[in-house]
Every structure is written in C-alpha cells, then in structure tokens.
Nanobody, 115 residues
Framework: VQLTESGGGWVQAGGSLRLCCTA?????????MGWYRQIPREQRVLVAEMAVGGSPNYADSAKGRFSISMDSPMNMMCLQMNNLKPEDTGVYHCGADPWPGGQYWGRGTQVTGSS
C-alpha cells in the first residue's frame, strides 16, 4: 500500500493550506486514517484522525482551525488547515490503519508557518 501526501508549503501566519493523501487502494479497506506532525528530534503527534465512516477527532491545537475529510471514490483523505500558526510547522505524515491491524505511513509533506 502506498500513501502519497500533497499540498504542503510555506504560508504566512493566518493563511491556509490543504493537504491531501492519496491511497493506492480503496480507503474503505482501512479502519482509521489520520494526519500526524513531526518535528526534528520529536515523535510524531496526532493532528487529526477519522475512522472510515466515522467522526473526526482533533488534537486540541487543531480544533476550530483544521478539518479532516475523506473522498472514498478518489481514495483520498484531506486536511484543510486554516489560520495557520508558526507552531504548526513540521512534516505532516498521512497514516492509515488497515484491517485487521498494522499501520501504513506516507513519506510526508513539509508545512511551514511563518510569523
């Protein structure tokens, strides 16, 4: 399975970016998909996740600013990021949990929020 992220970039504080993750197979084969942020020397942290066919779950830092969505026919999951802050900077990885277990990761896309 391949997960390919797109949409990262540089944006001034208060700006918006839309990240998307395209899977090489139907996303209905996953039980959960999410976005995780990683900065150097630290572990990946959850930004937003959603069970396929379920409700979204957001990190406190993302609530009210980010929105996760899925497009099953396109095998795609996206993250709309609004009102970006410098502390949102990092490499954003797409993650997917298949049935019955395990986890797949994309290679990540860089997001830089500039003050």
């Amino acid at each position: 399975v391949q997960l390919t992220e797109s949409g990262g970039g540089w944006v001034q504080a208060g700006g918006s970016l839309r990240l998307c993750c395209t899977a090489s197979r139907s996303i209905s084969s996953f039980k959960l998909m999410g976005w995780y942020r990683q900065i150097p020397r630290e572990q990946r942290v959850l930004v937003a996740e959603m069970a396929v066919g379920g409700s979204p779950n957001y990190a406190d830092s993302a609530k009210g600013r980010f929105s996760i969505s899925m497009d099953s026919p396109m095998n795609m999951m996206c993250l709309q990021m609004n009102n970006l802050k410098p502390e949102d900077t990092g490499v954003y990885h797409c993650g997917a949990d298949p049935w019955p277990g395990g986890q797949y990761w994309g290679r990540g896309t860089q997001v830089t929020g500039s003050s």
